[in-house]
């Protein structure tokens, strides 16, 4: 029976040993599938990483409890709140917690979020959360004397440097694996990674930094049309050749190219900046939409999406903005984009424009739920939030079926640029990253690009022009920064900062 006081040095161990339990089967499954574990180095690494989890855990937590109680208590009882989510969305997504991590989670809205809610969560949460936090504070905690406590603190802390010093030899495997170790070791994966992720934002430019000025070269009129995807891997296009025809109206349409590309990260917001800028980097230049609404183009962004970088343009359209004129069920999805898109285009005052649509069609985990059901192709289908549950046919289904819809949507706005015959058009889909469908035990994205999956990063890249005197490059393989280049090369807009090398049209 646990009893109801314990003292300090106690408690704290009993935490420690308690998260080790609860929360650390990911990290050790990790560490067993990369090390020869029936070799006497390998069985030295396990005993040596359990026991340091159990004692620097101890360490922290005596520490904390020690300043202040309740203070402490309330970390713990967080810790083993946010614990149980994280290791939820390990365990049923493969996920690692990472900074990039931590921070697509920090930018996700509360439609993306509430739809990976499910019952399987609250029992965790409720077993590994609630019950253990419960029993924390209960339990009432006997202090001991400051000489007691530095003394306790002090042999703790010259033990882990043993630790370290006796395993100087095993650093170069745990320092190869550390990004992969450190998101899996509860609590510290997601504290020190919000930490981090924060740091650096707070580094980051707070304004962004301008590019210099462009110029419009001529006043032919010309419309660009940069369709951003989400989460749309390659392989799953028949474009790509791939078996399933999840093309049907993209396979058939002339002055249409597809290129092979990787993006830049593996989830959204790095995706979508990277997918901007007009180089690769981590600070905040002023991004495409942002330069060339500055340089007198006409410039839209309708979003059903989240996560892009600061947009500064008048015409900066989400769902609500949009949904008074749309009509129809697919109002409900990502054809709300493309309402009265043409006649915005025709009203325009200027000869350069450049609609962005930011769509969400294929993110998981409901990828059932993206697209209108007479897009329903393929079955059968994966309803469940907790993708594990589901075959990999039922759950490549439910996702092809996506990539059906996106098809459509790209064939709308095609035949809509078609019937502008003034303009010279063209439509541009690129999505931010791909997406993990099982392979390899893995699900949806995020992975450290390092250590990510194919599936992850090999990304369509498809372009539609209105005639046949546009020509493009012969381009083997593309990147997002391709994108920057050429819509400035489409519009005839010169700048210091154009990229030739990075342009796709001849």
């Known amino acids: 029976m646990l009893r109801g006081n314990l003292k300090i040095a106690h408690f704290a161990l009993l935490m420690s040993f308690i998260n080790f339990l609860f929360f650390h089967y990911p990290f050790f499954k990790f560490v067993f599938h990369n090390i020869d574990y029936k070799s006497f180095n390998g069985i030295i690494i396990i005993i040596s990483l359990v026991i340091?989890?159990?004692?620097?855990?101890?360490?922290?937590?005596?520490?904390?409890?020690?300043?202040?109680?309740?203070?402490?208590?309330?970390l713990l009882v967080l810790f083993f709140t946010i614990s149980a989510i994280a290791v939820y969305f390990i365990n049923t997504y493969s996920v690692i917690i990472d900074e990039s991590m931590i921070g697509n989670i920090l930018n996700t809205n509360y439609d993306e979020s509430s739809s990976f809610f499910s019952f399987k969560l609250i029992i965790y949460v409720f077993f590994l959360g609630i019950l253990p936090?419960?029993?924390?504070?209960?339990?009432?905690?006997?202090?001991?004397?400051?000489?007691?406590?530095?003394?306790?603190?002090s042999l703790t802390l010259l033990f882990l440097l043993i630790l370290v010093f006796v395993n100087a030899g095993?650093?170069?495997?745990?320092?190869?694996?550390?990004?992969?170790?450190?998101?899996?070791?509860?609590?510290?994966?997601?504290?020190?990674?919000?930490?981090?992720?924060?740091?650096?934002?707070?580094?980051?430019?707070?304004?962004?930094?301008?590019?210099?000025?462009?110029?419009?070269?001529?006043?032919?009129?010309?419309?660009?049309?940069?369709?951003?995807?989400?989460?749309?891997?390659?392989?799953?296009?028949?474009?790509?050749?791939?078996?399933?025809?999840?093309?049907?109206?993209?396979?058939?349409?002339?002055?249409l190219y597809h290129f092979n590309a990787t993006s830049s990260a593996t989830y959204t917001t790095a995706g979508v900046k990277a997918i901007l800028d007009y180089k690769k980097t981590d600070d905040l230049y002023e991004i495409l939409p942002n330069?060339?609404?500055?340089?007198?183009?006409?410039?839209?962004?309708?979003?059903?999406?989240?996560?892009?970088?600061?947009?500064?343009?008048?015409?900066?359209?989400?769902?609500?903005?949009?949904?008074?004129?749309?009509?129809?069920?697919?109002?409900?999805?990502?054809?709300?984009?493309?309402?009265?898109?043409?006649?915005?285009?025709?009203?325009?005052?200027?000869?350069?424009?450049?609609?962005?649509?930011?769509t969400s069609?294929?993110?998981?985990?409901?990828?059932?739920?993206?697209?209108?059901?007479?897009?329903?192709?393929?079955?059968?289908?994966?309803?469940?939030?907790?993708?594990?549950?589901?075959?990999?046919?039922?759950?490549?289904?439910?996702?092809d079926n996506t990539i059906v819809y996106t098809d459509y949507i790209l064939h709308t706005i095609i035949e809509d640029l078609k019937q502008l015959k003034d303009y010279n058009s063209t439509m541009l889909f690129v999505?931010?990253?791909?997406?993990?469908?099982?392979?390899?035990?893995?699900?949806?994205?995020?992975?450290?690009?390092?250590?990510?999956?194919?599936?992850?990063?090999?990304?369509?890249?498809?372009?539609?022009?209105?005639?046949?005197?546009?020509?493009?490059?012969?381009?083997?393989?593309?990147?997002?920064q391709n994108v920057f280049h050429s819509v400035l090369k489409f519009l005839n807009i010169q700048s210091p900062i154009y990229d030739e090398n990075l342009n796709i049209f001849k």
């Open 52 to 74: 340091a989890m159990i004692v620097a855990n101890f360490f922290a937590f005596y520490l904390f409890l020690f300043i202040a109680r309740y203070f402490g208590k309330f």
């Open 133 to 153: 936090s419960l029993y924390i504070i209960k339990t009432e905690i006997v202090n001991v004397p400051a000489k007691t406590f530095l003394k306790t603190i």
């Open 170 to 255: 095993n650093w170069l495997w745990i320092d190869k694996n550390s990004k992969t170790l450190g998101g899996l070791a509860m609590p510290w994966s997601y504290s020190v990674n919000t930490s981090l992720f924060y740091i650096h934002k707070h580094k980051k430019n707070e304004k962004e930094i301008l590019l210099p000025n462009a110029t419009i070269k001529d006043n032919k009129k010309s419309v660009v049309i940069l369709v951003i995807g989400e989460s749309a891997r390659s392989q799953n296009f028949s474009l790509y050749g791939y078996k399933k025809n999840t093309n049907p109206y993209l396979s058939k349409t002339e002055n």
């Open 291 to 358: 330069y060339l609404y500055r340089n007198d183009v006409e410039v839209v962004w309708r979003t059903t999406n989240w996560g892009e970088p600061p947009v500064h343009i008048k015409n900066y359209q989400k769902r609500d903005v949009l949904m008074p004129n749309c009509k129809g069920e697919g109002c409900n999805y990502d054809e709300i984009l493309l309402t009265g898109l043409k006649e915005q285009i025709l009203a325009s005052a200027k000869n350069k424009i450049l609609i962005i649509l930011h």
């Open 361 to 399: 069609t294929s993110h998981g985990p409901t990828y059932s739920k993206k697209y209108p059901k007479q897009f329903e192709t393929f079955k059968p289908l994966c309803n469940s939030v907790e993708l594990g549950n589901c075959s990999q046919t039922e759950l490549i289904n439910a996702y």
């Open 431 to 480: 999505s931010d990253h791909g997406e993990s469908l099982g392979e390899k035990n893995l699900y949806m994205h995020g992975l450290p690009l390092s250590i990510a999956p194919k599936e992850q990063y090999e990304i369509p890249f498809i372009v539609w022009v209105s005639n046949d005197s546009i020509k493009l490059k012969p381009n083997q393989t593309l990147s997002q």
